[in-house]
């Protein structure tokens, strides 16, 4: 139970990171508190995009939906002896895809942008998170 | 489970805090330009053209000089469009700047492109300033390389010196950058095509086939 409410908890920190980068895509926040100076540089990249929405607003939809889908898996037994395994399974496989993604966007960033975003870097720290916890959780059913 | 609850009503309220601050110092948080700049001064320049006026197809560039992306779009597929698409009569090319607040130098790299257009040179300063690009990493002051290029294309350095100094084309610098904001100018190089948003990588391969999928559908 501990992991899914951990997940939760980083998803919701997520969501906040990537709606403050969307924001500011949509011209609602001003320049963006960064102390590398590279989130500008980032942002402004044609790779910002991805099949032409702005990458942040994959970030939010993500994120949403593995806080909703953890949320309901706090509310699920998760010990015998009916535990719901379902939420699990659902949130490695949202958050492994949203591993991957980041890991592309971070690569982008170091190999070939060549400046990095501290927001981006921080999304990516928590997707890694949740990715580990919820690799874990499902090991630990089986 | 409370613990868990309040951690969560924590950051969500810290989150939400968060971002209303950032929302409400937006026009603070904003570098104040070096210069009030004139936009009236622009007149009715609308950008440096490559092609003729007469090619089926118009296509407008927003760019920034110091852009890292930029320079690649400029030394890697410009050549190829100018080849394949501008000299054959296809396209009109249209340059506009859209200097990012984010880039120390590009408003003065764009300064130094129009002091050359004035000499009619745009486009040699252009490439100058795209292919020793070296200027952008650096963040360093580049005013003499910059009059450096200024020497190499021929121009007369003393009018370039004056029309630096005066920041003669300021205004038109701006009113270009008002103009891409205005149509939704998000990243550079950014291309409309028709005056419609190309969308994906503006390779000459990608701007070749559309090209061509207009010109045919101009001629039914």
Not at chain 1, 77 to 103: H, K, M, N
Not at chain 2, 139 to 147: H, Y
Not at chain 2, 159 to 185: K, N, T
Request: with cysteine; aromatic share 12%.
């Amino acid at each position: 139970m501990r992991r899914r409410q951990a997940i939760a908890v980083l998803a919701l920190a997520g969501l906040f990171v990537s709606l403050y980068l969307w924001l500011h895509k949509l011209g609602l926040i001003g320049v963006l508190q960064c102390g590398t100076g590279g989130c500008d540089t980032v942002q402004a990249s044609p790779y910002a995009d991805f099949l032409g929405l702005p990458v942040a607003l994959y970030g939010v939809a993500g994120y949403a939906v593995l806080f909703v889908v953890s949320f309901l898996a706090v509310q699920q037994p998760d010990a015998p002896p009916r535990p719901a395994r379902w939420p699990d399974v659902a949130l490695a496989i949202l958050a492994s895809l949203g591993f991957v993604f980041t890991l592309y966007l971070t690569v982008l960033e170091l190999f070939v942008i060549h400046a990095t975003c501290r927001w981006c870097l921080g999304s990516a720290a928590i997707i890694t998170l949740i990715a580990l916890l919820s690799l874990s959780q499902v090991r630990r059913g089986s | 489970m409370r613990g868990f609850y309040v951690l969560l009503a924590a950051v969500g309220i810290g989150g939400a805090a968060w971002l209303a601050y950032a929302a409400r110092h937006k026009p603070d948080e904003r570098p104040a330009p070096a210069t009030p700049v004139p936009v009236a001064a622009a007149g009715s320049f609308r950008g440096y053209t490559l092609g003729s006026d007469s090619a089926p197809v118009h296509i407008t560039e927003y760019s920034d000089f110091e852009c890292p992306f930029c320079a690649s779009f400029a030394t890697v597929q410009m050549p190829e469009v100018r080849v394949q698409l501008i000299t054959t009569g296809k396209v009109q090319w249209r340059f506009r700047d859209f200097p990012l607040s984010s880039h120390q130098y590009s408003r003065f790299a764009a300064l130094a492109a129009q002091c050359a257009g004035e000499q009619g040179k745009f486009w040699e300063m252009h490439d100058q300033l795209f292919y020793n690009h070296q200027w952008a990493q650096r963040g360093k002051n580049p005013s003499g390389l910059f009059r450096g290029f200024a020497k190499t294309i021929g121009l007369d350095v003393d009018r370039y010196d004056a029309c630096m100094d005066s920041q003669r084309y300021a205004g038109r610098i701006e009113e270009s950058r008002q103009e891409g904001e205005a149509l939704g100018v998000d990243h550079t190089p950014s291309v409309y095509v028709d005056g419609r948003k190309f969308v994906g990588q503006p390779t000459s391969d990608a701007l070749k086939a559309l090209v061509d999928s207009l010109t045919a559908r101009h001629k039914r």
